[in-house]
């Protein structure tokens, strides 16, 4: 009987480990979008690649210092992106679709 409650519990408690790692990722993915979707809409707005982290952070002002940390890397390769190709996909869904 105790191995058998054992094994419930077990398999309980890494459903809802693996439960925590999806919502975990899944919170991770939002952010993504997030920060690709605000440095898209910085792009298309004219904002220089040199005052895209000041206006990433005012359009996101609960953005940890981590993630806009990111934004230069990512800003290199949308501002890479001419703004015609930017208009027709929204690259904050599917950041955060994949």
């Known amino acids: 009987m105790?191995?058998?409650?054992?094994?419930?519990?077990?398999?309980?408690s890494l459903i809802a480990g693996n439960a925590q790692a999806q919502t975990q990722k899944e919170r991770d993915c939002a952010v993504q979008g997030q920060v690709m979707g605000?440095?898209?809409?910085?792009?298309?707005?004219?904002?220089?690649?040199n005052k895209l982290v000041e206006a990433v952070k005012a359009a996101n002002p609960d953005l940890s210092q981590k993630v806009l940390d990111t934004v230069p890397a990512i800003g290199a390769h949308i501002y890479d992106i001419k703004k015609r190709d930017l208009k027709k996909v929204?690259?904050?869904a599917v950041a955060q679709a994949q």
């Not at 605000?38 to 690649?49: I, T």
């Open 2 to 12: 105790k191995a058998v409650i054992c094994s419930a519990v077990l398999a309980a």
């Open 38 to 49: 605000a440095v898209q809409q910085a792009r298309l707005d004219g904002v220089r690649k």
């Open 90 to 92: 929204d690259l904050g």
